[in-house]
């Protein structure tokens, strides 16, 4: 074999070498593409970041700035008083009991709402007549303000008002009760107005996640001859899971922060001795109306606090697998592995 043959010979072999290597070299992505990324993502969510900050962290964190002094609201705090606002807020008893009734409020607007909510979307996501007006009835209540649902509630609960004058020209008068006053009545008064204010929107979304739920499923356990409430339990309340969750979410943190219904209803003073008394109204009640805005700052972080715990550890041990079920792409891989 000649020289010519030999180089002839090598130089595919040379060629396919260089193009291995290069084939193995990393591709780098151009900066000026990863800049305008950036660029972009600044310029949309940027605006929503300000609007955030602005309203709700610079409120939070000036709020633990007040907490700190005594400070009647005018001029700039000059008193300082560290966490006497927050010891003395915790020795408290009405506070205690505050925090005591919210998280009752919690679990009774679980209770209460859930069940009822979830047998009105049942009877509504089925073809009746009159499904309409029956929708637009029970989530009337939720659009009407707190201001009329009070004030109207407040008639008609009095001790000489609507309810206790129907009871006595039906004959029942042996029932009649101060249903606002009265400490054994006050907070079962609450739970009953709270269920008829905010049970239309837990109508709504537990009948937009049953219209969600394929209608194969329920085709597939009718051949099998299930039942409507075997139906029921097995297909729809596991595939609901996610929507009762999600409102359960919203239901704690609205409970949590209870305070129009209260203080229009049972008024300024009263909410305490009825049984109903909250930590909005606690903290309105001993800093504005006080005139102490430094203890009230105190109040509202302490509220802010335990909302805050609270929604984590909800979101950590309840809402877990409903987040990580909605994450795709490496992140998602990430967090399964």
């Known amino acids: 074999m000649t020289d010519t043959q030999v180089q002839t010979s090598s130089a595919p072999e040379t060629s396919t070498r260089t193009g291995a290597d290069a084939s193995s070299a990393p591709v780098r992505r151009p900066r000026r ?30 709020a633990a700035f007040y907490g700190f002094f005594k400070w009647n609201g005018f001029g700039w705090p000059t008193e300082f008083v560290g966490i006497d606002n927050y010891v003395l807020m915790l ?11 919210n998280f009752a409020i919690v679990v009774l607007s679980l209770v209460m709402q859930g069940p009822i909510a979830i047998l009105f979307a049942l009877l509504l996501n089925q073809k009746i007549r009159g499904r309409s007006v029956i929708r637009v009835l029970i989530f009337a209540p939720y659009v009407i303000a707190e201001v009329v649902v009070g ?11 609507a309810l206790n004058s129907l009871l006595e020209k039906v004959g029942l008068g ?42 194969e499923l329920y085709e597939a356990a009718a051949i099998d001859g299930a039942g409507f409430w075997k139906t029921q339990w097995s297909i729809t309340l596991p595939l609901l899971g996610p929507t009762i969750r999600i409102w359960a979410f919203l239901s704690i943190i609205g409970s949590l922060q209870l305070f129009d219904l209260v ?75």
């Open 174 to 215: 042996f029932l009649q009760s101060s249903w606002i006053a009265d400490p054994a009545i006050a907070m079962w008064s609450l739970m009953i107005i709270i269920t008829w204010k905010y049970i239309g929107f837990a109508v709504i979304l537990m009948l937009a996640g049953m219209q969600s739920i394929p209608e």
């Open 33 to 62: 593409a990863d800049w305008r990324k950036r660029g972009e993502i600044a310029l949309l969510s940027g605006p929503a970041l300000l609007v955030f900050v602005g309203f709700v962290i610079f409120p939070v964190l000036m």
């Open 263 to 337: 203080n229009i209803i049972w008024g300024q003073y009263i909410a305490a001795t009825a049984g109903t008394s909250t930590m909005a109204t606690y903290m309105y009640q001993n800093g504005h109306l006080a005139g102490n805005y430094g203890f009230g700052n105190a109040v509202a972080v302490m509220l802010f606090v335990i909302s805050l715990v609270v929604a984590l550890l909800y979101q950590r041990f309840v809402l877990r697998r409903d987040t990580e079920g909605a994450l795709t792409g490496d992140s998602g891989k990430a967090r399964k592995r």
């Open 151 to 161: 004030t109207g509630w407040s008639l008609m609960l009095q001790d000489a008002g």
């Open 91 to 101: 020795q408290d008893q009405t506070f205690r009991d505050a925090v005591a009734h």
